[in-house]
């Protein structure tokens, strides 16, 4: 078993592991750091559950090696939410405009939906309809149906806007 | 965790990749990772060795040379996708790339990757070929130039030697105000293309044809440039009559057949794409 020492920066906190260089990105989060909220759907790159932002870029972490990510920047779903570490504490504004919108139910798509909005809204805040459902089309949800996702994605637009924020 | 177990390499200059490639058992290229990573998951390769080239410099670039791109192997889509010289120099690229996965994979998927991955579907393969690329292989005895129409071999087979890797692109450019059109047939958006049509026209002030590339992604096991169509178009004066009889050529092209569509269904695709194509790329010419 062939492995390498990697440090990498997850939710803004340094981490350093010894990981088998076959070993995924998404596996690595959820298995050596019990980051669970990215969740694994397919494993190799089609429904879009495992997304994560790479140096502030979506990027599927069953496509990446844990080893790729060496010296680099991950935000995971963990690390949306303003102080992810205290429960009362209100979440991002986008999982406020999901939960109002019902824009989940088994919630299995949710991380993945999360991270890539982010990147949409970070890289277009004003996004129309279909601009929003071209973004979502590498993301496959099989219970909530897109058109809550969608509501909650424009909703969450108007939102940042009226507080002034960046996604 | 999926894919089989391999040892894994990060050279960090071309030399050392070549050096590696030559003399490593069974490996393997990583560039993007979007096809290659899946196909180790599904177990379709199983490389003794896996040689990341992400962490080489010098490989990411667009640029504009000599009347033509330069266009580095390791360019993520997602930069070509916005890249303003690209979307004023060839616009088809940037069409094309729209097509192509989706944000997340795009932002980490290379052209290098996909043209050597050669799906036949893949939308930068077409575009290349429609342009007349040219591709630079780099191998233990240096750079070899080679124009796109011989790159693809067979199915899914470059004209790359086992110890050679692609490392930079060229794309001629044609005059400003050209026309262009990049259409695809697709079960859902972002997925590999039932069939896709690639077209680059220009026409004279008089509505002749003066230079015209037609090239079909998805519809055989390599992309076809249709020198038939071409030929048929060049010097007649641009018309919607014109472009059907053209298109109709398409229907003799052979075709495959597969869970997603016959041939029948393929080359009736090739032809409708191929005519719509030409009638947008029309639309789209400026003097």
Same mark, same amino acid.
């Given at each position: 078993?062939?492995?390498?020492?990697?440090?990498?920066?997850?939710?803004?906190?340094?981490?350093?592991?010894?990981?088998? !260089?076959? #070993?995924?990105?998404?596996?690595?989060? +959820?298995?050596? $750091?019990? *980051?669970?909220?990215?969740?694994? %759907?397919?494993?190799?790159?089609?429904?879009?559950?495992? !997304?994560? #932002?790479?140096?502030?870029?979506?990027? +599927?972490?069953? $496509?990446? *090696?844990?080893?790729?990510?060496? %010296?680099?920047?991950?935000?995971?779903?963990?690390?949306?939410?303003?102080?992810?570490?205290?429960?009362?504490?209100?979440?991002?504004?986008?999982?406020?405009?999901?939960?109002?919108?019902?824009?989940?139910?088994?919630?299995?798509?949710?991380?993945?939906?999360?991270?890539?909005?982010?990147?949409?809204?970070?890289?277009?805040?004003?996004?129309?309809?279909?601009?929003?459902?071209?973004?979502?089309?590498?993301?496959?949800?099989?219970?909530?149906?897109?058109?809550?996702?969608?509501?909650?994605?424009?909703?969450?637009?108007?939102?940042?806007?009226?507080?002034?924020?960046?996604? | 965790?999926?894919?089989?177990?391999?040892?894994?390499?990060?050279?960090?200059?071309?030399?050392?990749?070549?050096?590696?490639?030559?003399?490593?058992?069974?490996?393997?290229?990583?560039?993007?990772?979007?096809?290659?990573?899946?196909?180790?998951?599904?177990?379709?390769?199983?490389?003794?060795?896996?040689?990341?080239?992400?962490?080489?410099?010098?490989?990411?670039?667009?640029?504009?040379?000599?009347?033509?791109?330069?266009?580095?192997?390791?360019?993520?889509?997602?930069?070509?996708?916005?890249?303003?010289?690209?979307?004023?120099?060839?616009?088809?690229?940037?069409?094309?790339?729209?097509?192509?996965?989706?944000?997340?994979?795009?932002?980490?998927?290379?052209?290098?990757?996909?043209?050597?991955?050669?799906?036949?579907?893949?939308?930068?393969?077409?575009?290349?070929?429609?342009?007349?690329?040219?591709?630079?292989?780099?191998?233990?005895?240096?750079?070899?130039?080679?124009?796109?129409?011989?790159?693809?071999?067979?199915?899914?087979?470059?004209?790359?030697?086992?110890?050679?890797?692609?490392?930079?692109?060229?794309?001629?450019?044609?005059?400003?105000?050209?026309?262009?059109?990049?259409?695809?047939?697709?079960?859902?958006?972002?997925?590999?293309?039932?069939?896709?049509?690639?077209?680059?026209?220009?026409?004279?002030?008089?509505?002749?044809?003066?230079?015209?590339?037609?090239?079909?992604?998805?519809?055989?096991?390599?992309?076809?440039?249709?020198?038939?169509?071409?030929?048929?178009?060049?010097?007649?004066?641009?018309?919607?009559?014109?472009?059907?009889?053209?298109?109709?050529?398409?229907?003799?092209?052979?075709?495959?057949?597969?869970?997603?569509?016959?041939?029948?269904?393929?080359?009736?695709?090739?032809?409708?794409?191929?005519?719509?194509?030409?009638?947008?790329?029309?639309?789209?010419?400026?003097?």
């Amino acid at each position: 078993m062939e492995t390498r020492k990697i440090a990498v920066t997850v939710n803004g906190q340094p981490q350093t592991r010894e990981v088998e !260089t076959r #070993l995924t990105l998404a596996d690595f989060l +959820r298995h050596d $750091l019990g *980051l669970t909220g990215t969740h694994i %759907g397919c494993e190799h790159g089609v429904c879009g559950a495992c !997304t994560i #932002l790479l140096d502030g870029r979506t990027a +599927r972490s069953c $496509l990446t *090696l844990a080893v790729q990510a060496d %010296g680099h920047a991950i935000d995971t779903v963990e690390g949306i939410a303003p102080n992810p570490t205290d429960k009362s504490a209100p979440m991002h504004p986008l999982q406020e405009a999901f939960r109002d919108n019902h824009a989940l139910q088994c919630g299995f798509c949710t991380p993945g939906m999360l991270t890539t909005i982010i990147e949409l809204l970070r890289d277009n805040p004003e996004p129309t309809g279909d601009e929003v459902r071209i973004a979502i089309s590498g993301n496959l949800c099989r219970c909530t149906g897109y058109q809550p996702i969608v509501a909650a994605t424009l909703d969450a637009a108007k939102r940042l806007k009226a507080e002034g924020r960046k996604p | 965790m999926k894919p089989p177990p391999f040892s894994y390499h990060d050279p960090r200059s071309v030399a050392e990749a070549v050096t590696l490639l030559s003399t490593l058992e069974n490996p393997k290229l990583l560039a993007g990772g979007q096809s290659l990573m899946p196909m180790l998951a599904m177990r379709f390769v199983l490389p003794d060795n896996v040689i990341d080239i992400n962490k080489i410099d010098g490989l990411a670039y667009i640029r504009e040379g000599q009347n033509s791109l330069e266009i580095g192997a390791m360019t993520r889509q997602r930069d070509i996708e916005f890249s303003a010289l690209i979307a004023q120099k060839h616009p088809l690229l940037r069409e094309g790339i729209l097509n192509v996965g989706h944000r997340q994979t795009r932002n980490r998927g290379t052209i290098g990757g996909s043209l050597c991955h050669l799906d036949p579907a893949a939308e930068q393969v077409l575009v290349c070929l429609a342009s007349d690329a040219t591709v630079t292989a780099t191998g233990p005895a240096g750079e070899r130039a080679i124009p796109f129409r011989d790159f693809p071999l067979a199915y899914m087979t470059p004209n790359l030697a086992p110890d050679e890797l692609l490392t930079a692109i060229r794309i001629p450019l044609w005059r400003p105000g050209h026309g262009y059109s990049f259409l695809e047939f697709a079960r859902r958006h972002g997925d590999f293309a039932v069939a896709s049509a690639a077209v680059l026209l220009d026409v004279d002030a008089g509505g002749i044809i003066k230079r015209a590339a037609v090239a079909l992604g998805g519809v055989a096991a390599v992309p076809l440039r249709m020198d038939a169509v071409e030929a048929m178009l060049v010097g007649q004066k641009a018309s919607e009559e014109l472009f059907r009889a053209a298109a109709e050529l398409c229907r003799a092209v052979e075709a495959v057949a597969d869970v997603h569509a016959t041939v029948e269904y393929r080359q009736h695709l090739a032809a409708v794409l191929t005519r719509r194509a030409l009638t947008q790329a029309l639309a789209r010419v400026t003097p």
